[in-house]
């Protein structure tokens, strides 16, 4: 599976935009961008994913690279709630979908 | 919003003993999933069910283990004799009510396995 680089850890202030990096320089045309995270003590928990457009949804919007080698999760105005362990995946299509955690990146919401 | 609920949310077992850890799937969902995490570590795949049988399952997912979906609607992770380094939360996920590529995963919130 191509790999994937996080940062270990970032802080945000409460009510401001959060831009989550992740570089995957040796994304294949198939594979699929996904975000998941890990609220303290919860399973992991979907949040976005996309190919090669710029995504959208209630929880987060994910911006990709033209050239696809590095993407960015952005949740807009970051809540205590936001507090979690952020995955950067990628996934195969037509392949079987287990997902492979990396060690993701910690966030931390400050007050 | 439907939801995949694990029971129960904290076990405690005496090394070499049996256990079973309960899921229950998102209920039109075709794919399941077993998953662990240890504490400080990354969460880790361990096998995937389709169709009643396993697709995948990896290296951590030896004889000791097995699954099953005894009825409609549960789905099991049995560790036949725990080791002390079974200690770990389980999580249980599900995905897909068609054949629809890259759907979610959705997870539960997971058991917590304590061996003694």
């Known amino acids: 599976d191509a790999k994937t680089t996080q940062p270990n850890s970032m802080e945000s202030n409460e009510e401001e935009p959060v831009h989550l990096p992740c570089n995957h320089s040796?994304?294949?045309?198939?594979?699929?961008i996904h975000w998941y995270r890990q609220l303290p003590s919860q399973g992991p928990e979907y949040v976005i994913h996309?190919?090669?457009s710029n995504v959208n949804n209630r929880m987060a919007s994910l911006a990709i690279a033209e050239d696809r080698k590095s993407s960015t999760l952005i949740l807009h105005r970051a809540t205590l709630r936001d507090a979690a362990v952020y995955y950067c995946?990628?996934?195969?299509?037509?392949?079987?979908?287990?997902?492979?955690f990396g060690k993701g990146t910690r966030l931390h919401i400050l007050p | 919003e439907p939801e995949v609920t694990q029971t129960p949310s904290h076990q405690v077992t005496q090394m070499g003993q049996e256990v079973i850890l309960r899921c229950v799937p998102i209920s039109n969902h075709l794919y399941f999933y077993w998953y662990r995490q240890i504490l400080g570590q990354k969460v880790e795949f361990l096998v995937s069910?389709?169709?009643?049988?396993?697709?995948?399952k990896s290296e951590i997912f030896d004889d000791q283990f097995s699954v099953e979906r005894p009825d409609g609607s549960n789905f099991t992770l049995k560790i036949r004799s725990t080791k002390l380094e079974d200690s770990a939360m389980y999580f249980c996920a599900s995905r897909g009510d068609s054949l629809t590529l890259n759907q979610p995963q959705h997870f539960g919130d997971g058991t917590r396995l304590s061996i003694l």
């Open positions: 995946i990628l996934m195969l299509l037509m392949r079987d979908d287990k997902i492979i």
């Open positions: 069910f389709y169709n009643n049988e396993i697709s995948e």
């Open positions: 996309g190919l090669t």
């Open positions: 040796t994304i294949s045309g198939t594979d699929y």
